[in-house]
């Protein structure tokens, strides 16, 4: 057990309290039922655990994709130190999200239906197939670092040759994904609050996952550097928060370009219920984030380059919660709240989350040696 | 078989709630209906209040239905003669058909450990062993038909022109967001229950369907743009490498050689 930089008792302690609680929680759903756990309804069939775990869960581990197309297809060599780190999270993201629906599911022991169902005309169909597929494509990415412990030459070899075809499907799949997890909302613009429906949610699901994949690497890097002493450089750090300031602008232009075609801005200018979530989302978790990280930029403060993507992170996940919870209160004609059980699950696969990546970071390579960064990333044999 | 529906005529209904008892019965629900005011797990069909007015409220069958376009497992599905039925050995209950209904119809058994979704199937069973739905059979008033679409249509027309100051001149679900199985006709009062009548002539499935025809082709595209991005960036880092390298062999003390590389790749 490692006991340096911060003290593992207190969070060990947490880790387990939560889990236990999460297991109870899991207990009750599969012997009273979600509405034993849950503040889910017929109004409200939706809630935290597709809202949070799977919505903002999904896009979070967006950085797996785009560290791949980064340097294999726009082969920027200089990243790869982050390659495993990043797919390493987006896998165990994945895995957690099949974890949630085993709790959210009503029926999940018809999870591989999709998958065989070919419903043209369904937006869940395409989720669940490019889910299923991508989950599969990252664990042959990462395998490779299964083979390097294991001492398989060979099968590193063939894992490597397969690396770009792997890369391109990867990237295929998470971008139609990403941007269909949007999709599911573009047929209900009768039931959905006018600040959040748009003709474009799956461009903007799309361009938000691809910001926040930005900021979650900066906020590895910087977990990372504080748990495991690895961190990435300077350099590398400024680019990443160059891009996001770049998507952060993009998405910027599509939304408010969106909601001013629309009609919809003086929507946002109503004092009320829905404009005041719509300023915290877009204020906290937009307009801020973008200010700090070109003053970040502008001076080469790493700390604030780190605070800036903390806020980035909320303001996709505030936009998540908006669209698929705030967005629809109005035309069901009452508030959903999350229920404390609801609450704890979602806790508790955070928790998973960190306790994964922290056993994976210490049985594999996930993090380069010193002095050897010929062997990262693909699992070269040499 | 021929498209098959139901009309009802709101005129005539004098809110007996049999049809909702006859429901119950069939489905093995239990409580009396007269106490039931909204749809649940154990109400598939209910009576709404407009002014002295009983309104039928349960599913539509639409003709093109949402919730069938959005069921990922194929666990809805629309019959040939109309009847939208769930299947719920194939239904993995992700819910989305709750969200994508227009008319928040479907429901949920919330307190069951592997809950089924629960709503109007237009009793095709009993349709397809050549009967007719439970509660068309139930109601006394003949307020609601059994049928098939098209002449159930043309009654309601007749109906309309016969009593047109009874009736609101319009026919709920014959073209409405798509059109439905299930019509409605009734007085100008039902507009408060059940709409204006300025719905789309299609259905919202279609806004997926449109969408989604372009994903193959957008597959093929962005794979091949990616696998060009790929050659490309190859080529960029072999040049620059060369470039380097040309820079570097200039300051040796024998450059012949690596400048004749450098034109080479350069030219």
Redesign the interface.
Known sequence: MSRRNWNPGFWKTLFFIVLAAGLVVFWMRWTRGLGSVTHLSDAFPWGLWVGFDILCGIGLAAGGFLITAVVYIFRLERFKPIVRPALMTAFIGYMLEVLALMLDLGRPWNLWRPLFSWNPDSVMFVVAWCVTVYSVVLAAELSGMIFEKLGWKRAQVIQRRATIPLVILGVVLSIVHQSSLGGLYLTIPGKMHELWYSNFLPLLFLVSAVSVGLAMIVVESRISGRVFGHHLGGRTLTELGVAQLVMLGIYALVRFSDLAARGALPAAMDLGYESGLFWLEVGVGLILPALLLMVALKRSNLRLLYGASLLTVLGFILHRLNVSMTALESSRGEHYVPAIPEAIATLMFVGLGFAAFRLAARYLQVFPHEGDHARLGDGRAS | MKTMGMLIDVNMCGGCHECMAACMKKQGFEGDPEQVTK??ATARTILEHAGDYNVRKFCRHCIDP?C????????LVRTDYGAVKYD?????????C???C?Y?IP??????????IQKCDMCWDRIEAGGIPACAEACPAGATLFGEREELLAEARTRIQDAPEEYLDYIYGEHDNGGYAILMIGPKEIAAVRGGIDFADSS??A???G???Q?PG??VV??AA??G??WF??R??RVMAEKARARTDDRLPKPPKGGKESNHVTA
């Open positions: 749809l649940s949402a069938v376009g959005a069921c990922p497992a194929k666990a719920s050995d194939r239904c993995m209950g992700c819910r989305y709750m969200i994508s227009p928040d429901r949920y058994e919330w307190d069951e450990v592997a809950p089924k919202p499935a806004i997926a369907r969408v989604l025809k994903l957008f597959a962005g794979a990616l696998f991005i790929y960036a190859g960029r880092n």
